[in-house]
């Protein structure tokens, strides 16, 4: 069975950084579009950043333009997301996809989801 496996959440001053990683467990996720989702306590699942195979394309939510940065390392078969100035509401579990269709903002489109990273920002 394929699995997404996330990793580098914790607890974080607001004005900090992080950095989540998704390793999946096959190596042909190296074709497929990847991107993380995150929900906060209470909230419906949301978009946060996607990147195509070739890492020339990216895709971000409103929210955290210009603060995260999605990124792969095809030889390293590892997808990241950069995050930094962490405010208070980034708190959430991040979820590592794996899409099946171009429309990256929607949770449809994924094909795969990793377990979750829990990221929680303290003010």
């Known amino acids: 069975q394929v699995q997404l496996i996330e990793s580098g959440g914790g607890l974080v001053q607001a004005g900090g950084s992080l950095r989540l990683s998704c390793v999946p467990s096959e190596r042909t996720f190296k074709a497929y579009p990847m991107g993380w989702f995150r929900q906060a306590p209470g909230m419906e699942r949301e978009f946060v950043a996607a990147?195509?195979?070739?890492?020339?394309?990216?895709y971000y939510a409103d929210s955290v333009k210009g603060r995260f940065t999605i990124s792969r390392d095809n030889t390293e078969n590892t997808v990241y997301l950069q995050m930094n100035s962490l405010k208070p509401e980034d708190t959430a579990v991040y979820y590592c996809?794996?899409?099946?269709?171009?429309?990256?903002?929607?949770?449809?489109?994924?094909?795969?989801w990793g377990k979750g990273t829990l990221v929680t920002v303290a003010s």
């Open positions: 996809a794996a899409y099946k269709s171009a429309s990256y903002y929607y949770i449809p489109s994924v094909e795969y």
């Open positions: 990147i195509r195979w070739s890492g020339e394309n990216v």
